[in-house]
């Protein structure tokens, strides 16, 4: 059924939900479901939940998700579960659905979910959970419905990161429920790092005991700084993590296996399945700290600027000690999948080590990559013989890959790595780093970008295609030390990736989803999720004028609280509300925060407002189109200081963009020069996105700064020109990504491609 019909059909019979009334109710009279179920019909009237109900299952197999149903039904009602299969609310099985397929029928009389298998069952439960209303005291009535339902793709995960900073128990716990919630289904526990080993392994007790606790590090540092300048709590490292031997603080924590065995349960009985990951043969410094003879020399100190020495991998004894840690974790975790990581190597040591390099002629082995294939190979070899199935990070791409292994796709900068992948056999789970590294903190694109990728591509061949097991969201902990923050930081993006992981591509528009999305925030705030206001709209970070000009922040949450401050602070609690446009006759700093009505809050915009008249054109002589750029093969630290005495290349290029022939190097430097062609008087907007930074300079002055490492970030910013030459510098670095653009605004904000008719240089200057 497509979605025309289903809006039409819901429109239509809501308004006999609501007392059957003449007037249409709105949309916004609708429950909002997050992933939109394949089929929705609604139908005359609603059922409330008796005080006293009774869950009935059609088989005992059921038994755990009964549990789980009368559990999440407590808000509403005191639910039993009972032995037969009559009920208020009725679970049975039905082997003809899909197996994580199901039906909900909700009518006057009651509630039946049929289930293709009882994760099909807790899919229904989800939203019969999304039908209630949410927050305390709320009734329990449910519109009467019609829902069939099955998902596209069968990994719709979470990463969480747990070693750079600690989250509980309690903790795990409740993002699972969130999970179940929208019908994800896979959860990737990344355990262990250099900062911290978070799962307890008997046979080598100082991995967790000593491999927990660490002294404060770079990260904890930079969030205590960030709680201080930006006045938000979300990053100060909570107390309950904190211990003093002597006059040492130390921070960490770890899971017991008990612990580890409750998340797991608690995880299955929301159809949840829990894939450990375990770093080997990288990330694996606060392991070799306490045992130092699984190295090749002396152990170093993570210091935060660079990746840790590996395992020796000359070592049999290495091999054996990974084995046993392995055999601790396959008993705890029972689901098919492991994770071992296997990205970012730093192979200097093996390159000197004596054994590595016997290893290395003994097994014939050409160089680092291979010793690494190798040594993957041969854990991949004993998963298997032990019923588990290996995912890695695509750098397993650099070395031979056996076709049995799952690759998890984070480098866009790589994006040859899903074809290899999928082409070499191996399934493929996708989460590129700039649609869905959460961690990565959000521009006012972040949304959009992660709502229309792509997540088949067409141009793979339908076998390939095949391969896509589905896609998920990491958050890593670098600078995450709250669970405040981490739920910030998920929500709503992990809205979107319910939504992608659950729907056919086809099925997944930015305009359907997107206001849902802010409806849903609702439910969040009355289950008290944290999470990031999105962003607020309307506004240019860097504006001009030549009289007076007003201020245009709106914010599309409705609800959200705007506060400002133009001196300079940080918008706090206590700072003026911002009820509309304010008029500026003069140079001014706007910094507008958007707050929730408990006084949460997270992010703010500056917006710099500056008084100028139009600036004159340029007197130059004969030009050539496009503009001059030169690169350099090198990591900087900031535009300004891209550059050298001997560019590494040069070329002419007709729009703003990275040059081909600059590619395939992790570390770049670029700068763009020439002229922008005004054709007449006017102020001008522009916007820069890049990852990573990116400055541009019109007439001298900074127009846009972008500056900084980060993920794709969209700026805007404003000239006033007059008609003709104007020199234009643009400065980026690249660390990872590799994506610089520059664009025109128009006055209804659409993003206006800037070609060779906008460009030029200087003949005297070319080659």
Partial sequence: MNRRLIHILAVAAVSAVFGGCATTPSEESLPVLIPQPQEVNWTRGSYRLPAELRIGLSDPQLAPQGDYLSTALAPYAAAVVSDTPQGDIELCLDPTLASEGYRLSAAKSGVRIEGGSPRGVVNGIATLRQLLPAGEGAEGVIPCVEVSDEPAFGWRGVMLDVSRHFFDKEEICSMLDQMARLKLNKFHWHLTDDQGWRIEIKSYPDLAGKGGWRHYNKHDTICLGRAARERNDDFLLPEKYLRVEGTDTLYGGYYTQDEIREVVAYATERGIDVIPEIDMPGHFLQAIEYY?????????????????????????????????????????????????????????????????????????????????????????????????????????????????????????????????????????????????????????????RTCNYE??????????????????????????????????LFYPRLLIVAEKGWCAPAQVSERDLMPRLLRYCERLDAEGVNYRIPSLENFHE???????????????????????????????????????????????????????????????????????????????????????????????????????????????????????????????????????????????????????????????????????????????????????????????????????????VDDEGRRIPMGDEWFCHAAEDAE
């Fill in 292 to 448: 130092p003879e699984t190295t090749c020399f002396k152990p170093e100190t993570w210091s935060g600027e660079a990746f840790s020495s590996p395992l020796c991998l000359g070592k049999d004894e290495v091999l054996v000690f990974c084995e046993n840690i392995w055999k601790e974790v396959f008993e705890l975790f029972p689901y098919e999948y492991v994770h071992i990581g296997g990205d970012e190597v730093n192979m200097k040591n093996w390159n000197k080590c004596p054994r590595c390099q016997a290893r290395m002629r003994q097994e014939g082995l050409a160089d680092g990559h291979a010793l690494q294939a190798w040594f993957t190979h041969r854990m991949q070899r004993f998963f298997e013989a032990n019923d588990r199935r290996m995912i890695g990070w695509d750098e397993l791409l650099q070395g031979e890959v056996d076709s049995a292994a799952t690759i998890m796709w984070w480098r866009p900068w790589v994006p040859e790595s899903v074809s290899q992948a999928t082409r070499l056999g191996c399934d493929v789970i996708l989460c590129p780093q700039t649609w869905f590294y959460f961690s990565l903190e959000e521009d006012a694109g972040s949304l959009k």
């Fill in 455 to 488: 997540l088949v591509p067409d141009s793979l061949p339908a076998a390939q295609q095949d391969r896509i097991l589905g896609v998920q969201g990491n958050v890593w902990a670098e600078k995450v030390p709250s669970w405040s923050r981490v739920e910030y």
């Fill in 542 to 744: 860097f504006c001009v004028f030549t009289d007076s000009i007003r201020s245009t922040v709106t914010c599309p949450l409705p609800g959200a609280i705007l506060r400002y401050t133009l001196d300079g602070s940080v918008p706090t609690v206590s700072s003026p509300l911002y009820t509309g446009p304010i008029t500026f006759h003069d140079d001014a700093l706007l910094q507008v925060r958007a707050f929730h009505p408990d006084g949460r809050t997270g992010d703010w915009v500056k917006i710099r407002y500056e008084k100028c008249d139009f600036a004159a054109p340029t007197e130059v002589g004969a030009t050539k189109p496009g503009l001059q750029t030169e690169w350099f093969f090198k990591r900087f630290p900031k535009c300004d200081a891209v550059g050298g005495a001997r560019a590494d290349g040069q070329c002419v290029v007709d729009s703003v963009q990275f040059p081909k022939v600059a590619q395939g190097r992790r570390a770049t430097g670029i700068i763009f020069r020439g002229y922008i062609n005004v054709p007449e008087d006017r102020i001008y907007t522009f916007e820069l996105a890049s990852n990573d930074g990116s400055l541009l300079r019109i007439d001298g002055r900074v127009v846009i700064d972008n500056d900084g490492e980060h993920t794709l970030v969209e700026k805007t910013g404003q000239a006033a020109l007059s008609a003709g030459l104007h020199p234009l510098e643009l400065r980026y670095f690249d660390y990872n990504g590799g994506r610089v653009t520059l664009a025109l």
